[in-house]
């Protein structure tokens, strides 16, 4: 039998469905009491009906958006009187829509895509928002006591001359790697209901700590702080809902005296969309030019100029994949890709397994190309 299908009830059946329906009981548990259950076939159940439960009023938080959209499409059209000429019929069908009084309509409006993936992790729809100047998780949180590269790079060079390593350094192929990373929201609803200011800030660390012969040195630490505005978007395509957009501000360095010092900023549009257990991010950005003092003048021409993240998460488990590129044919057709799995294991962490091959996987390599892997684990809240 198939699913019915909210989008085509009248708004006023969708609006005046029951409590029950129109907001869903809470989720059976979180992930976190999902993941502390010990039998296997139970704690799989707990992850199944928690994470369904999610889909379904996601889906029916759409059907009410789309709903009210059409009710206000019709407002405007009725608006438009036919012996009105051209420019008045356009200014009253925009005051219909625009010059909403309908509480019911505003906030079917503005809880689109509640309790989705994006909707989750940047509290997109109204009823979604927890306030400002609250820690949040933004990238993964892990340690990865084991982190392997195919290629160490051990003379680390860039095409300006003070940024250049003449004599090798002694590095272990095997490290380990850990990242921290939140984010907190300065300031929400800017513009009427939509629009929030966030900041961010990412550390991720490179440690040689079977290096014993160095005494276990830090090899490379890449700081990321970055600031960006957000707004809630409410549109299809191809079976996607798009949720947001958004723009900002992103600084990323290494922290470190030349010739190993990197950095570079960047100004970063940003595009989601998710449906059901995926999402996924898309990331053009532009580099701001540092003059003559560059340490990595070609660094766009390594780790590209935007990226992409598909996310897909099911039963406690979180997949994702990150893909750079160059967006430039031939020799200078560059890039990167990284894999990262994360799985439940008790009810604070998950294992945590990363794949990388590409160009970058830290500053210092930003035009290194070689493979890691890393093993370890990571927070649980993490999407």
């Given at each position: ?27 059976p548990s979180t992930p976190e ?90 509290e997109l729809a109204r009823d ?256």
């Amino acid at each position: 039998m198939s699913r019915p299908s909210f989008a085509c009830l009248p708004l006023s059946l969708t609006l005046a469905l029951p409590v029950a329906a129109q907001d869903p009981a809470p989720v059976p548990s979180t992930p976190e009491a999902c993941a502390a259950i010990e039998t296997d076939a139970t704690r799989l159940a707990c992850y199944d009906s928690l994470y369904r439960e999610r889909v379904d009023a996601t889906r029916i938080a759409d059907a009410q958006a789309q709903a009210a959209r059409a009710t206000l499409q019709q407002k405007a059209e009725e608006a438009a009187s036919d012996d009105a000429g051209t420019v008045e019929r356009s200014r009253r069908r925009l005051g219909a829509i625009f010059r909403n009084d309908d509480p019911m309509l505003q906030e079917a409006l503005a809880n689109a895509g509640k309790g989705s993936l994006l909707d989750s992790r940047w509290e997109l729809a109204r009823d979604s928002k927890l306030g400002i100047l609250q820690l949040r998780g933004y990238k993964p949180v892990y340690l990865l006591p084991v982190f392997w590269t195919s290629d160490t790079n051990r003379t680390p060079h860039s095409p300006n001359p003070d940024n250049t390593v003449v004599v090798p350094q002694d590095l272990d192929n095997t490290e380990s790697k850990f990242q921290l990373s939140f984010k907190t929201k300065f300031a929400e609803n800017l513009f009427g209901d939509n629009g929030d200011l966030w900041g961010a800030y990412t550390q991720s660390s490179r440690w040689q700590t079977f290096n014993s012969d160095e005494s276990r040195p830090f090899r490379e630490t890449n700081y990321e702080p970055e600031v960006f505005l957000l707004f809630r978007n409410n549109y299809s395509v191809a079976g996607w809902k798009g949720r947001m957009a958004g723009i900002g501000v992103n600084h990323q360095s290494n922290g470190r005296g030349d010739p190993l010092s990197r950095s570079w900023n960047r100004v970063i549009a940003t595009v989601g969309l998710d449906r059901d257990n995926w999402a996924l991010v898309l990331r053009p950005w532009w580099r701001i030019p540092d003059g003559n003092d560059d340490d990595n003048p070609d660094i766009e021409d390594y780790i590209g100029r935007g990226d992409a993240m598909l996310t897909y998460a099911r039963n406690g488990h979180l997949f994702t994949v990150l893909g750079r590129h160059t967006l430039r044919g031939g020799e200078q057709s560059r890039g990167a890709i990284q894999l990262d799995w994360g799985f439940p294991i008790s009810r604070s962490f998950r294992g945590h397994v990363q794949a990388f091959h590409g160009y970058g996987e830290s500053l210092i390599d930003y035009n290194h190309r070689a493979t890691y892997l890393g093993v370890g684990i990571s927070l649980l809240d993490w999407y």
